[in-house]
């Protein structure tokens, strides 16, 4: 068997392990296989859709391995010798051709029908976007956009285009909510798949395997990133992409050296762990067409043009060190507080389990493809060359890489730092000699990868299937740290009170109290839970033991007087009320609640004068107004209850 097909069966046998594993382990899903589980939390329907997707991209691949080819001397021994030997100086030309570093020939497809068919992958991002906010730091990028300052931690231009994107929203006079922010990775998305095309194209000059190799692209796992994603990996990736393929055309030998510089200056900026790049762009400089002086130049104007991004941000370099520092601890195990300790070491099973989990969500069929074209004898060139150099550091630090969350909520990170890898495969598959990636093969890449994709989408799509998925990876079950298994179930817990689902809260925090018990915020979110279920009698234990390990908080205090006045318990309830007041920000509740636990101590005008203040610092506060009126109107009634706020 000649390499060609053999790497055609390595692609039909990968396909059908894929297909098969994600049929029995999305039966019933569990936290470890958290790349193949994702049909699993589907309703019926959209389980069968992604299902028969993936079984019919599987099962093209198959076929057309097991439709075989005649063998290649048996067809050239029927041609007459001339035949035979214009066809040889055709395939000659067609291979030469393949790997010259001429210009890419004119896409036939009219421009118009490209451009038209962004309008249904606008609606497609816009209509399944995600409804839920817990895989990454969605939570914290949102509340971060509302206050007009997300925080940069290592991606400062990121952060900037989030906050730039948020001002642009107010001066709109829009609301920052979940949809509107939305828009911005949407827009993302536009942009990544333009790149998607400009790199297939780079990739191959065949039509017909240049759409292939864009639905291979455009498909894999990493472009749930623009489903309406509130984190900075959008931005990151289209800042990693422009890199991609402006560094794909400098390596054919068509464009100048400066554009994928400044483009590495950008991705850095947007994020510094894409200083990864640095070797692939050491290469295009090495090989650049222009003179020396140049090259050595525009070399050091890279990290120049970064450095001074990065300070215009106002992000200095004492704080790349903090931040290198952090990556550092993360690479090296066993430094981190117990907190943070993993229940298995970098190398592992458990962690080799993380890596291959985070490949086959964020690049399934590229991986696919890239072990396809090593067996196959994928042809060198300078483009191979540059995306090792892109891809082996990329992979490198998305395995080396030992973050406290669970690893599938920080999926993001890893999917960017393994994009050069996943363009590679694309490269490697569409270059196998003699094995054409279009016909059955593109259509069964391209079914297969959308059956993936969409598997991914539609669950983050859904609020009780995204739900239910994010309970898992963080649940019982799953072998993360304790900080993952606390921060988690938070998300879950105050998800749960949004929602009004207070029992539900009180098993989340729960289980945040398991994995973290020194830390007051779980104390006082379930007292807070246990209260709105009224069981006061076990909340205000809880919410004791919180302010005990967290004096300093506030809530807790109130949350703590409110179980007292429900108890009738005011003068206690007045004690406590007076030190939340004393430690938080002024707010009409702490004092209207405090006013009430004072009128039934028996100290009516001090309630008075307390719901008066309120009345003439935050009139729109009904409350305290009623109050008044009920106790000390005309009609001089001071006999009904009167109901401590809740903020």
Not at 14 to 26: D, Q, T
Not at 344 to 357: E, K, R, T
Not at 369 to 390: D, E, K, Q
């Amino acid at each position: 068997m000649n390499r060609s097909r053999a790497a055609q069966g390595v692609l039909a046998a990968g396909a059908a392990a894929f297909a098969v594993a994600v049929l029995i382990l999305s039966r019933t899903p569990g936290p470890r296989a958290w790349a193949l589980h994702l049909p699993g939390f589907l309703s019926g329907p959209a389980r069968s859709f992604v299902l028969a997707l993936l079984v019919a991209g599987a099962g093209l691949l198959v076929f057309d391995f097991l439709r075989g080819a005649p063998p290649r001397d048996a067809v050239e021994g029927a041609r007459p010798k001339a035949a035979s030997a214009r066809g040889a100086k055709r395939r000659a030309a067609r291979e030469h051709a393949s790997r010259s570093t001429s210009p890419i020939p004119e896409i036939t497809i009219p421009g118009w029908a490209v451009w038209m068919l962004l309008l249904p992958w606008i609606w497609t991002l816009w209509r399944l976007e995600t409804r839920t906010r817990f895989l990454g730091d969605g939570t914290v990028w949102l509340d971060g956009i509302r206050n007009g300052n997300p925080s940069p931690f290592s991606e400062p231009l990121a952060a900037a285009a989030w906050a730039g994107y948020s001002h642009l929203l107010r001066a709109l006079k829009l609301p920052i909510d979940p949809v509107t922010a939305g828009l911005l990775p949407i827009f993302c998305g536009v942009l990544a798949v333009v790149l998607f095309w400009g790199i297939a194209s780079e990739i191959t000059r065949q039509s017909g395997s240049r759409v292939a190799a864009f639905a291979v692209l455009a498909t894999m796992g990493v472009v749930q990133l623009y489903f309406g994603y509130i984190e900075s990996y959008p931005v990151v990736s289209v800042a990693l992409l422009a890199y991609l393929w402006l560094g794909l055309r400098t390596a054919r030998g068509a464009g100048s050296l400066l554009f994928p510089a400044m483009a590495l200056a950008v991705a850095i900026a947007s994020h510094l762990s894409c200083a990864f790049l640095a070797p692939s762009f050491l290469y295009l400089a090495w090989r650049g067409q222009e003179s020396l002086p140049k090259r050595v130049a525009i070399t050091l104007a890279a990290p120049v043009a970064a450095a001074l991004l990065l300070i215009l941000l106002g992000y200095p370099p004492s704080r790349w060190i903090g931040a290198f520092a952090i990556a550092a601890r993360a690479v090296e195990s066993g430094h981190g507080p117990a907190l943070f300790a993993k229940p298995y070491g970098v190398f592992s099973f458990g962690h080799a389990s993380d890596v291959v989990n985070a490949i086959l969500l964020a690049m399934p069929v590229p991986a696919m493809l890239l072990l396809a074209g090593t067996i196959g004898n994928w042809s060198a060139s300078p483009i191979r060359l540059f995306l090792l150099l892109a891809a082996v550091p990329g992979f490198a630090l998305a395995a080396a890489l030992v973050l406290p969350v669970a690893p599938a909520q920080d999926w993001d990170l890893s999917a960017t730092l393994l994009l050069p890898m996943a363009v590679l495969g694309v490269y490697a598959g569409f270059s196998i000699p003699r094995l054409p990636m279009r016909g059955f093969r593109g259509l069964g890449l391209a079914a297969l990868g959308a059956g993936a994709l969409l598997s991914f989408v539609l669950v983050n799509a859904g609020v009780e299937s995204g739900l239910n998925r994010y309970e898992t990876i963080v649940g019982p079950g799953a072998r993360i740290t304790r900080y993952a298994r606390a921060y988690g179930n938070e998300l879950l817990a105050t998800y749960d009170v949004e929602r009004k689902d207070y029992a539900r809260a009180v098993i989340h925090a729960q289980r945040a109290l398991d994995a973290e018990p020194t830390n007051p915020r779980y104390w006082i979110k379930k007292g807070a839970a246990l209260f709105e279920l009224q069981r006061y009698d076990e909340a205000i234990p809880v919410l004791e033991e919180g302010i005990r390990r967290g004096p300093a908080r506030d809530d807790s205090y109130y949350d703590l007087g409110n179980c007292y006045a429900r108890q009738k318990r005011f003068p206690e309830a007045a004690v406590v009320f007076r030190e939340a007041i004393r430690l938080g920000h002024p707010r009409p509740d702490y004092y209207n609640n405090l006013a009430v636990a004072l009128f039934y101590s028996g100290k009516p005008d001090s309630a008075r004068a307390l719901w008066t203040e309120v009345t003439k610092r935050w009139p729109w506060y009904v409350l305290s107004k009623r109050s008044l009126i009920q106790h000390f109107g005309s009609d001089g009634s001071d006999s009904a209850q009167v109901t401590p706020a809740r903020g």
